[in-house]
């Protein structure tokens, strides 16, 4: 295992890379600006040191969209989506393109709505399957859905007190 290092000039951003076309002499960008280049060259040499190739980190974000991707308890759909969103951008930054309507079959499975606010979310879809409309009105639909969710009760603070607890505590004899 090697440590690299880096140079300050190695980590700088990559400017655009703009030619003449020789016929119209207008200016032609061939490469796009990168403003990330020098922390992506960090990550994949820190990568590389710890032996994670390519489809190993496919395979890492694969397993954790579609095994651990659900709303925590007492989540607001919102905060989820944006989860839901950051996680297959993830996926797309990697290569993994999944299509829209999978994509948004995937965002109604993982919703774990309960039968009727399904059949709501279903109505109100009119059989629309792009992912896109489909978070559109979940989010519409279900704005406090958290806040009523009798999937995830709330404590009840007047059952446990200190002095319940603790007992009485100032009163000894």
Known sequence: MELEE???????YKPAVVMKDTQTQEDIEVEPEDCLF???????????INGMTSLDKKGELRSQFYLWTQPKAGERISEFCTRFRTAVADLKSEGVQLPSPELGWFLKDKLGLDP???QLLETAL????????????ALRLFTDLHAADPL????DRSKITIKRMFGDGG???
């Open 38 to 48: 020098g922390l992506n060259k960090l990550m994949k040499a820190l990568e590389e």
């Open 171 to 173: 009163s000894s004899s």
């Open 116 to 118: 009727l606010r399904k």
């Open 152 to 155: 995830y009760p709330k404590l």
């Open 126 to 137: 009119q059989g629309a399957e792009e992912y896109p409309v489909i978070e559109a009105e």
């Open 6 to 12: 880096f140079s300050p000039d190695e980590l700088k």
